[in-house]
């Protein structure tokens, strides 16, 4: 068990930097897009609010393997079709764009509840302190929607480094790819299987010890003021 283990490692070692850099890339999208999301959700236009609500709703209501291929498959008809020549998405670029849409998803949810969460009265001092609606947004609602959000975002980043695995199904040379193929040669399926999981544990729990960092500093100053009261 440990000869075929320790001849397969650096396959592992391969996969697991391949998840990590799938992770890494889905993070910054997917915060974008459900900031992005949740802004358009609270606007004055009517028309991008439904189309925005609608999107999510599909996203959040789809299967992650179903958006995936769709995104490998579909993603290169269309533009095979629309440069009239074959035009390949690779499994990298396909699993980046499908997760962090459904990152971005339900991110937005969260941010929406997040600058919901936030005084009126914040905003309309800031509004006649004569705050540009950029600065009061920058100032004012990001610093403090992160400190709400970021528990449930944390979770959702968790989700993502385990979906990741389900890009394997589209050829990426993840953490399960690499597994599955060792399981598969050496027809020592337990080994490699659980060799994977305690790979995955590692990683999430390196991302726990980075978000309680986070959330900790994110509420230094609300602590301060609860200990000095």
């Known amino acids: 068990m440990f000869a075929a283990l320790q001849d397969f490692f650096s396959q592992l070692i391969t ?20 900031v992005l999301g949740a802004s358009l959700e609270l606007s004055h236009w009517k028309i991008l609010r439904k189309i925005t609500l609608g999107a999510t709703i599909i996203l959040r209501g789809l299967p992650e393997l179903l958006i995936i291929f769709a ?36 991110a937005s949810q969260i941010f929406r509840g997040a600058f919901l969460a936030i005084p009126i009265g914040q905003l309309e001092a800031a509004k006649a302190l ?15 929607a992160w400190r709400h959000a970021l528990p449930g975002l944390s979770n959702l980043w968790f ?35 659980i060799a994977a999981a305690f790979i995955y544990l590692m990683l999430t729990t390196v991302v726990q010890i980075i978000t309680y960092y986070c959330v900790k500093r994110a509420n230094h100053y609300i602590t301060s003021q609860e200990e000095t009261a």
């Open 71 to 106: 995104i490998y498959f579909g993603g290169t008809l269309m533009l095979s079709k629309l440069f009239k020549s074959y035009v390949e998405i690779d499994a990298f670029t396909a699993g980046v764009v499908a997760l962090s849409l459904i990152f971005g998803a339900y």
């Open 15 to 34: 996969g697991c930097k391949m998840t990590l850099a799938l992770s890494c890339c889905i993070l910054p999208v997917g915060l974008v897009l459900g």
């Open 130 to 144: 004569g705050y540009t609606n950029i600065q009061l947004f920058i100032h004012i609602l990001l610093p403090q």
């Open 159 to 193: 989700v993502s480094i385990k979906d990741s695995a389900l890009v394997a199904l589209i050829g990426l040379p993840e953490l399960m790819n690499k597994a599955q193929i060792a399981a598969n040669t050496t027809q020592q399926p337990f080994t490699f299987y």
